[in-house]
Nanobody, 124 residues
């Protein structure tokens, strides 16, 4: 019953800000059993973990993206947001949001639910 859906503009111009939303249903994003993660996959490449927001609103980002990335939430609307400033064509990717159980497990945490992803192209 858990569903995640990414949305936002599919085309962003270089130097502008990319903004995406993840709408979550079936579970509250404030549930402390889970954190919420943004991941992206450039064409022909592997996935890249971008950052996470926890149930208390605290955040942690990939060091390579920290200076440009902001993850936030709207608890009333049960939505997550992602913003990347100063985008370049290298930010072109399919962007996913995912649910991450906070239970400590051998091998590290896994994402158990994903959105279908949304394509973002950075081009002039």
């Amino acid at each position: 019953q858990v569903q995640l859906q990414e949305s936002g503009p599919g085309l962003v111009k270089p130097s502008q800000t990319l903004s995406l939303t993840c709408t979550v249903s079936g579970v509250r994003i404030t549930d402390n059993y889970y954190a919420w993660t943004w991941i992206r996959q450039p064409p022909g490449k592997g996935v890249e973990w971008m950052g996470v927001i926890r149930s208390d609103g605290s955040t942690y980002y990939s060091p390579s993206l920290k200076s440009r990335t902001s993850i936030s939430r709207d608890t009333a609307g049960n939505r997550l947001s992602l913003q990347i400033s100063s985008v370049t064509p290298e930010d072109t990717a399919v962007y996913y949001c995912a649910r991450t159980p906070t239970t400590v497990v051998v091998g590290g945490p896994r994402n158990d639910y994903w959105g279908q992803g949304t394509q973002v192209t950075v081009s002039s």
